[in-house]
């Protein structure tokens, strides 16, 4: 019914940007927190960056100041914009939002996932 489709991954040298987009599609209502997660091989799941739906952001620490997390909620759709990478910043990186279908309750989805490789 809902579906989160990611957008913007590849392969960038260190040092280098990309930006990462993920629209929500289906019967949405409303649109509320969204952001990115990221899986290492090897590691667990783990957060990168939320909005709000006031606009407020959570950075892990080791992305502050590289990352930036946006909303764009007339398209139901949260961007990353990723400078500075590093290898450490290797991952499949997952979008997630909790949405409300209409006529349902709000619920949490996850995108597909998104290879980001960072190397020279």
């Known amino acids: 019914q809902v579906q989160l489709v990611e957008s913007g991954g590849g392969l960038v040298q260190p040092g280098g940007s990309l930006r990462l987009s993920c629209a929500a599609s289906?019967?949405?209502?409303?649109?509320?927190?969204t952001g990115w997660y990221r899986q290492a091989p090897g590691k667990q799941r783990e957060l990168v960056a939320i909005?709000?739906?006031?606009?407020?952001?959570n950075y892990a620490d080791s992305v502050k100041g590289r990352f930036t997390v946006s909303r764009d909620n007339a398209k139901n759709t949260v961007y990353l914009q990723m400078n500075s990478l590093e290898p450490e910043d290797t991952a499949v990186y997952y979008c997630?939002?909790?949405?409300?279908?209409?006529?349902?309750?709000?619920?949490?989805?996850w995108g597909q996932g998104t290879q980001v490789t960072v190397s020279s």
């Open positions: 997630y939002a909790q949405v409300r279908a209409v006529g349902g309750f709000p619920h949490d989805y």
């Open positions: 289906g019967s949405i209502f409303s649109f509320y927190g």
């Open positions: 909005i709000n739906s006031g606009g407020g952001t």
